[in-house]
């Protein structure tokens, strides 16, 4: 999956002409409602994110609904979001066939694997179709840690699960 946040509209879709599976970054691209619409058209395989702290509620809500209408795949939506935006969008993705992914992001570290189980279960409970779990890593053991996580899932397509690493640290 290539995350995208170009902010000119042309080089933008030119560049997700190009690739199989993509994520655009709403709150990054700052792209109008109708340009949203126009990419979610253009590409079968879409993943729509918009940050609120990027942003705003109501942009990002404004947003993610229209991208959701015009039949985008999937959504992310970060853990911390209010429960009531979130419940908004799980209910508009539901009624209209978009898969949710709630997503978690650490950018200090990476946590104890029975943290990371129970970051996982809270993403479940709350709704996630697929799970996303991003944890900065200063080791090989932080990345392994990580990826103890599809052990623990029902379903190897219920999560998503990564580092940032800088290359050849260890």
Do not use: W
């Amino acid at each position: 999956c290539v995350s995208i946040q170009e902010k000119d509209f042309a080089r933008c879709k030119k560049i997700v002409s190009g690739c199989g599976m993509v994520e655009i970054r709403g709150d990054l691209c700052n792209f109008t409602t109708a340009q949203t619409e126009e990419l979610v058209n253009f590409h079968p395989n879409l993943l729509y994110t918009h940050r609120i702290a990027g942003s705003s509620l109501e942009k990002a809500y404004t947003q993610m609904t229209a991208a959701i209408k015009k039949g985008v795949k999937y959504v992310d939506v970060e853990i911390e979001a209010p429960v009531d935006y979130l419940e908004m969008i799980k209910s508009f993705a539901r009624v209209n066939g978009c898969a949710l992914i709630i997503s978690y992001h650490n950018f200090e570290g990476t946590q104890s694997l029975e943290e990371l189980q129970t970051i996982y279960d809270i993403c479940r409970r709350k709704g996630a179709d697929i799970v996303k779990i991003v944890t900065t890593a200063h080791s090989t053991a932080d990345a392994a840690r990580v990826m103890q996580l599809y052990k623990y899932t029902r379903k190897d397509n219920e999560l998503v699960a990564n580092n940032f690493m800088e290359r050849g640290e260890e």
